[in-house]
């Protein structure tokens, strides 16, 4: 049986050998596709993780490809991921969490940081999407409300993915998945027209007929995830008394370092696993698991410092590592649910 055929077939962890990298990619797109089934590829890092996209788009350009990056910062950090990377993950997830059943192959690409790391639910980041169509109708204030909800940031010019400028009745934004900003054209409610257009010139690109927004954030500043942080706080860290942090959250200001309190804003937090379902065929990259291992052991690292340094858990306001990690018994259980090659160069 060849190695494709056996990766078609995968329905339990397996050791594969004799697949380097770059290999291990292009055997695991072709069971994909036999398969017709979406796919995650592990890398041990970024720079893996970025090499493994452009070979996957080489091996297979007819095949959807989603890259979800991990955050840029260490654990515990006092300082957010970049905008970037918020907008590039919450895209992501969001094409994750719209895909159905009977969607093609796709194969999405993560690293063993990201791989380890809780996430908003499938079904919040699925409601937080939408679309606006040319010809269609769309609130000014009620789409000026949504992109603040969802980490917009109101700028007077639009460059950066997450920004938006609103003008009279025109309307620019940066989606998180755009390779362009958009500039929405309204006569009252009706969307007139929707344009792409160069940030640096201003100047338009071409037409458009929809276009797709998605959260920046997976800090959403909803009603009912404020009353439901504040709650959580109380419960979880205790008096809010002195924390620049909650008070910043109360008028809602994303403060620099907010993503570390992520489970306070939701009722729990789910896994990538959740948004490619159970049928999904997932191929470790050599070194993916020990690199997974070792952001497990480093944020039980960055948290226990935390801790040291300001004298117990409630002085520190943070929370324990399990609330925003796998645990490495949470991983592998997981992992044993789903057909798993961990591939490896060496032959047997």
Sequence with gaps: MSMIDMLARLAAPTVVHGAPFGYDLQALQAALQARGKLGLYVARDDKM?????????????????????????????????????????????????????????????????????????????????????????????????YLSVNGYIRTSTVSEKGEYSIRGGKIDIFAPDGHEPVRLDLFGDEVETIKAFDPETQLSTRTLKTVALAPVSEILFRENTQSLFRERYLETLGSPTGDPMYEAVRAEIRRQG???????????????????????????????????????????????ARLEAAGGDHQAKVLAPDALYLTETELEETLSRFGVARFSPSPL
């Design 49 to 145: 993780a970025a090499t493994a996209a452009k070979l996957a788009s080489f091996h297979a350009p007819g095949m959807e490809v989603i890259s979800l990056p991990g955050w840029d910062n260490l654990p515990y950090d006092r300082i957010s991921p970049s905008p970037a990377i918020s907008a590039a993950r919450c895209a992501a997830l969001a094409r994750l969490a719209q895909r159905t059943k009977e969607a093609p192959s796709c194969l999405v690409i993560t690293t063993a940081s990201s791989l380890v790391q809780r996430v908003p639910p499938v079904a919040t980041m699925r409601q937080s999407s939408f679309a606006v169509t040319t010809g269609g109708r769309v609130n000014q204030d009620e789409l000026s409300t």
């Design 258 to 304: 907010v993503e570390g309190w992520l489970p306070l804003f939701h009722d729990h937090l789910e896994t990538l696993f959740d948004y490619i379902g159970e049928d999904a065929l997932i191929g470790m990259g050599y070194l993916a698991s020990e690199a997974a291992a070792e952001r497990q052991v480093q944020a039980r690292d960055y948290y226990d």
